[in-house]
């Protein structure tokens, strides 16, 4: 669960709880096999945890359902609408083990082999994926994998891809690949300035250098928040769409490069960067 420290104080998003209440319980009753009706029998230890949950996360939200009454369908919605909220503006790792299985990354462990610092450990159960609210964060993980392991299909995803089977479906749809192609964006130069490239995206850190928190400050990003870099370097999506979707957030961030902003093949800008 990632906690956000402002002024000194931690928070946590409601829909973290959510889901980190949901996963107790599911890992509660994955101990158990239904009987011949299909139903579970649970400890009385265990029922009362999960009733204790259930309890803890209903005081949390009273106000909400409170508005929605007694309508089943609406105190869904409820439930619904809090528990996307942990899957919004943030990124997971996936990839395809020796099978050709997906399997998620949850974090790096320094005791699965012996005379190995970290190793990444994965889970095909997708509710258990690590998440990250910043992408380069979450890239910088995926191309550590990439460069210490054998895995060759390691994608940075939306980390809705975690919550459902429907979901990865749409994800998929959304960021498909071709087998070869790679993508990069392309900032169309204003007069007098040279053609660029977006190469990562920088985050904004307590103690930074004043002339950069200057830049933050003027494009209305504070501590947390991340702008984007460009230079004679660019970045290799493996996605198009991804690419179009970073666009998207880069023009959202700095609406002057809204019209500048071009996704094109990678092989393109290396061209271009040659004859330049």
């Not at 009987?35 to 005081?59: F, I, K």
């Not at 299985?101 to 012996?114: G, S």
């Not at 997708?126 to 299909?153: C, F, N, P, Q």
């Not at 192609?181 to 250098?209: D, Y």
Request: glycine share 8%; with cysteine.
């Amino acid at each position: 669960m990632e906690k956000i420290t402002i002024d000194g104080i931690r928070y946590v998003r409601l829909g973290d709880l959510m889901r980190t209440r949901k996963n107790f319980v599911r890992d509660i009753y994955d101990r158990y096999e239904k009987d011949e009706n299909g139903q579970y029998h649970l400890s009385d230890a265990d029922m009362g945890a999960v009733g204790a949950l259930a309890h803890l996360m209903t005081n949390v939200i009273q106000e909400e359902l409170r508005e929605a009454g007694t309508d089943r369908e609406k105190r869904d919605k409820v439930y619904a609408g809090i528990e996307a909220e942990a899957f919004k503006r943030r990124w997971c790792v996936v990839a395809k083990d020796r099978d050709g299985q997906e399997a998620y990354f949850r974090f790096w462990c320094d005791q699965a082999e012996e005379g190995e610092e970290e190793t990444p450990v994965f889970t095909d159960m997708a509710r258990l994926g690590a998440m990250w609210s910043d992408h380069y964060k979450a890239e910088s993980v995926a191309e550590r994998i990439r460069r210490e392991t054998a895995l060759t299909d390691v994608r940075v995803l939306p980390a809705g891809y975690l919550s459902g089977e429907a979901e990865r479906r749409l994800i998929r749809a959304i960021f498909g690949k071709g087998e070869e192609e790679q993508w990069c964006i392309f900032l169309e130069p204003a007069e007098g300035e040279e053609p660029m490239w977006f190469s990562e995206w920088i985050k904004r850190r307590e103690g930074m250098p004043a002339d950069m928190a200057e830049i933050f400050e003027h494009n209305g990003v504070g501590i947390g928040g991340s702008l984007p870099v460009f230079s004679n370097r660019c970045m290799a999506f493996k996605d198009k769409g991804f690419a179009e979707k970073t666009a998207e957030r880069i023009a959202e961030i700095i609406p002057e490069f809204k019209e500048r902003l071009h996704v094109m093949e990678y092989e393109e800008a290396e061209d271009d960067d040659d004859e330049g």
